[in-house]
T-cell receptor
Framework: NAGVTQTPKFRILKIGQSMTLQCTQDMNHNYMYWYRQDPGMGLKLIYYSVGAGITDKGEVPNGYNVSRSTTEDFPLRLELAAPSQTSVYFC??????????????FGPGTRLTVL | TQLLEQSPQFLSIQEGENLTVYCNSSSVFSSLQWYRQEPGEGPVLLVTVVTGGEVKKLKRLTFQFGDARKDSSLHITAAQPGDTGLYLCAGARGSQGNLIFGKGTKLSVKP
């Protein structure tokens, strides 16, 4: 049981390039999330999904896109990378809305630098 | 506007000392979670508090939810270097909806 896995672990992009951050979970969770974490800024929600085929915007969605074709996978696409997208990206999943009876399980993160 | 304010932002202490970190808001939360994040890893859940005034203990860590469910504290007794990390509080408003994370308290415990 690997939990939430993310690839790649590190990546350097040039301005204007695009890439896909991969996220897979093996816990059969319906809910999946993408966060970015900037130094001293906590976690900001980019996109989330409550099930296959359903995605919705979080707090900071501009410059990103997602898809959810299966329960297991939730890739994050960066189009036209900008220096402002330099950050650590975390994928997470939960059985239902996190809170009283549910926790979010996080992947190990992808450290992205845009130069 | 940050909905959940954590303080202090940074804390550096010696092994064996006690400490308290705070998570405050002007909003009411139905539950509040504390996560710990070690360098290079994702956050891991420590505890969830649900009832106003609730106190939960996890070995040397004591978590309290305020009576009005607007704030929470984490107290660590006799801190150890293994307690080093970023402590994040996250609030849920209702049974549906996304968690709201604070910016975190970065704790360093020196041997």
């Amino acid at each position: 049981n690997a939990g939430v896995t993310q690839t790649p672990k590190f990546r350097i992009l040039k301005i204007g390039q695009s890439m896909t951050l991969q996220c897979t979970q093996d816990m059969n969770h319906n809910y999946m999330y993408w966060y970015r974490q900037d130094p001293g800024m906590g976690l900001k929600l980019i996109y989330y999904s409550v099930g296959a085929g359903i995605t919705d915007k979080g707090e900071v969605p501009n410059g990103y896109n997602v898809s959810r074709s299966t329960t297991e996978d939730f890739p994050l696409r960066l189009e036209l990378a900008a220096p402002s997208q330099t950050s650590v990206y975390f994928c997470a999943s939960s059985a239902a809305w996190a809170g009283e009876y549910n926790e979010q399980f996080f992947g190990p993160g992808t450290r992205l630098t845009v130069l | 506007t940050q909905l959940l304010e954590q303080s202090p932002q940074f804390l550096s202490i010696q092994e064996g000392e006690n400490l308290t970190v705070y998570c405050n808001s002007s909003s009411v939360f139905s539950s509040l979670q504390w996560y710990r994040q070690e360098p290079g890893e994702g956050p891991v859940l420590l505890v969830t508090v649900v009832t106003g005034g609730e106190v939960k203990k996890l070995k040397r860590l004591t978590f309290q939810f305020g009576d009005a469910r607007k704030d929470s504290s984490l107290h660590i007794t006799a801190a150890q270097p293994g307690d080093t990390g970023l402590y994040l509080c996250a609030g849920a408003r209702g049974s549906q909806g996304n968690l709201i994370f604070g910016k975190g308290t970065k704790l360093s415990v020196k041997p």
